[in-house]
């Protein structure tokens, strides 16, 4: 099997994955919404995109002239949709220019003008030589590729310079996935310069091979970390509001307390001033702030630090770190053991009581109540 081979059967393996990618998200998923419906249309046309350059390759199209001059530029939705993903992502769709009608528009225009050659060569040239086709498809593919890098640069103003665009959804997702999407998807597009300068200098579009290859490897990733990232976010928002409505939140008596009171530290002074630490945590949810710190708290209370951590170590058993997890931790038992919250992620659940990774979250969970989260979830399945 050579090299060509290779990367033809990644094509058609890409394919089926997207399709199926497609026919899971659309029969599965319970709300099917617009940033949904734009992820699965980036998905969509690359696999068409990859549909026609495989069976190209492989001489199955059929021996009609209209048939084989007639490539459609699927390829040019990709970036619009990737845009119109991006923008309904992050909650600004009605804050900026969308490109989906003049994208359609381009595409048919395009589609007429093409139908129109064919219709010309096939009745006017003789022969039917193709070269005012061929030469067409260049001129199409330099005007796309130019579109195509107008379109990243409109995502990139957004992601990377209006940032008042994009305060409300960073505090569901720090959006670095994104933004290493526009730094290798710029990479992408350099690849497609290149094999359509080449193409145009020398006539040969074997250049065009890494490109395809590089595009479906990078927006496929897309699709599939675009999918888990959302339903991340539309978890952590829905939790939030439902804590922000004091719905599921635990209580102060509810936290885990291992003091042991074997030396002369414990007095009743001392037991207040901590009851007033943790009454102060649980009721103003400052639990839920991953970036919750000691100096903070200990500033909020009106104590020195020292004093501050002696009370934590005493009368929890606790260090700082392990005491603060603790409430997130049972806010997370909250969330799992409550059959409203059984669809919710298990990473938005963790995310949203606090902890700031999943890593954090499995192994904070793991180390006071002996079992994973996925586990304890399934008791109360």
């Given amino acids: 099997m050579n090299f060509g081979s290779i990367i033809n059967f990644l094509l058609i393996a890409g394919v089926v994955q997207g399709f199926g990618f497609n026919l899971v998200t659309i029969f599965i998923r319970k709300k099917f919404n617009k940033t949904i419906l734009f992820l699965n249309l980036i998905i969509l046309f690359i696999s068409l995109n990859n549909l ?12 009609l002239f209209i048939i084989q001059q007639l490539y459609i530029p699927w390829y040019l939705f990709i970036l619009p949709m990737f845009y119109a993903f991006t923008t309904h992502f992050l909650k600004v769709e009605k804050k900026v220019r969308g490109f989906i009608k003049l994208s359609v528009i381009i595409f048919i225009t395009e589609l007429i003008i093409r139908l129109c050659l064919i219709s010309y ?7 039917n030589n193709p070269q005012i086709i061929k030469t067409y498809t260049l001129v199409e593919d330099v005007f796309n590729l130019i579109y195509s890098i107008f379109l990243l640069l409109n995502a990139c103003v957004i992601i990377f310079r209006r940032h008042r665009l994009t305060e409300y959804i960073l505090s569901f997702d720090d959006l670095n996935w994104i933004k290493w999407f526009i730094k290798l998807g710029s990479i992408v597009l350099f690849l497609w310069a290149v094999a359509l300068t080449v193409n145009i200098l020398t006539g040969n579009d074997d250049a065009y091979i890494f490109l395809r290859l590089g595009m479906s490897i990078l927006l496929y990733w897309l699709g599939y970390q675009g999918f888990y990232r959302y339903n991340v976010v539309q978890d952590r928002i829905l939790l939030r509001s439902t ?13 885990i307390n291992n003091s042991s009171k074997e030396d002369g530290f414990f007095n009743e002074k001392h037991q207040s001033d901590f009851e007033k630490i943790r009454n102060h945590i649980v009721n103003n949810k400052l639990y839920l702030d991953p970036l919750l710190s000691m100096e903070i708290l200990a500033s909020d209370m009106g104590v020195s630090k020292s004093y501050f951590s002696k009370l934590i170590n005493s009368y929890s058993n606790f260090n700082f770190s392990d005491f603060i997890n603790s409430f997130r931790v049972e806010q997370a038992k909250k969330f799992l053991s409550n ?3 059984s669809e919710y992620t298990i990473v938005a659940i963790g995310l949203e009581c606090g902890f700031n990774s999943k ?6 969970f793991k180390k006071f109540t002996s079992e994973t989260p996925t586990s304890f979830r399934a008791n109360f399945n």
Wanted: proline share 2%; hydrophobic share 35%; glycine share 4%.
């Fill in 339 to 341: 059959d409203d919250f």
């Fill in 359 to 364: 890593s954090t979250f499995y192994s904070a």
């Fill in 121 to 127: 060569v096939y009745y006017e040239v003789p022969e």
């Fill in 52 to 63: 026609q350059r495989w069976l190209i390759e492989k001489n199955h199209i059929l021996d």
């Fill in 243 to 255: 804590i922000e409505t004091n719905q599921v939140l635990i209580g102060s008596g509810e936290i």
